[in-house]
């Protein structure tokens, strides 16, 4: 199922979309759980928190998320809002129905959601780890995004080792889509070949008294990040796979239309990689990372 061509593009380009990676059926089975986790959040048991990039009028550039719900969601079901569903002059009413409210479900799916797991641990998956070159995989922020109709958030240009930062770099993402991406429901863009010429810049890290977060500089930013002006879209259809190298720069522009954008993402990082304290995502005392 990952050929030859598809390593090539990988390596090449930092992106590759695998077609039909799972089947119409295990489509149906994973939306089917999702569905079942909307309708199970209860907004008067939730602290609210929003899914936030700083890419939105209310927030200043760079301010992310960052509270203790936020912090405790590596090993859990946790749901995080819409920026959008949030009623800027009540923070306490939301302005679409509950189940529509959600940006996502993490972080930690792959151990407590059976079906979400299953996938995870595949072999198809455990077969592209390999040939990726991983030694010792650790999987780490397993996530469904909703990008809910209408009000579903931009993610603006980034490196997922920006977030799950780890020395020697090694993250890769796995994105899986369960609806048909488009440009009209706000697919992913990318910059191929931008992870071999673009350096990681900036960490995304716990402040040191874990009162929130912040991005932190880590070597001089030459890139232009900021100017690079429009990417490559990726559209597919459900039951894609697309891979993403940690260091390629991507994004996802704000869902206008009136469909939505259902996906289940997760990474892996080395094992034998450091991956130290100040990452945002860290395990409860005495876990580790799980292995793939």
């Known amino acids: 199922m990952f050929t030859d061509t598809h390593f090539e593009a ?3 380009d930092g992106c590759a979309v695998i077609a039909d990676f799972i089947t119409p059926g295990q489509v149906d089975t994973l939306r089917q759980r999702i569905d079942e986790l909307l309708r199970s959040f209860d907004p008067e048991d939730h602290p609210l928190t929003t899914f936030a990039t700083g890419q939105s009028q209310q927030q200043q550039p760079d301010v992310h998320i960052g509270d203790q719900y936020f912090f405790d969601s590596a090993n859990k079901t946790s749901f995080f809002l819409e920026e959008g569903a949030i009623d800027s002059s009540n923070r306490g009413r939301l302005t679409v129905e509950a189940p529509r409210a959600i940006n996502k479900i993490g972080h930690g799916l792959h151990l407590t959601e059976p079906v979400f797991a299953e996938l995870t641990h595949s072999a198809p998956i455990k077969d592209i780890a390999q040939r990726l070159g991983f030694k010792d995989p ?3 922020q397993s996530m469904v995004i909703c990008k809910q109709p209408g009000i579903g958030g931009a993610v603006p240009w980034h490196q997922d080792s920006t977030f799950l930062y780890t020395q020697p770099l090694s993250a890769c993402g796995f994105w899986l889509a369960l609806e048909d991406c488009t440009l009209d429901n706000g697919c992913l863009e990318f910059i191929p070949g931008s992870h071999l010429t673009t350096p990681v810049t900036r960490r995304f890290v716990r402040k040191h008294d874990d009162s929130g977060t912040e991005m932190i500089s880590i070597a001089p930013d030459a890139s232009g990040a900021k100017d690079i002006g429009d ?4 559209e597919v259809a459900a039951g894609s796979l697309v891979l993403i190298n940690g260091q390629v720069l991507h994004r996802s522009s704000h869902n ?6 259902w996906i289940y993402t997760f990474h892996i990082v080395e094992g034998t990689a450091a991956y130290d304290q100040r990452n945002w995502l860290q395990m409860p005392a005495g876990a580790e990372l799980t292995k793939l």
């Open 231 to 234: 990417g490559m879209p990726i």
């Open 138 to 140: 650790r999987v780490l």
């Open 256 to 261: 206008y239309s009136a469909k939505s954008r």
């Open 10 to 12: 990988f390596r090449r």
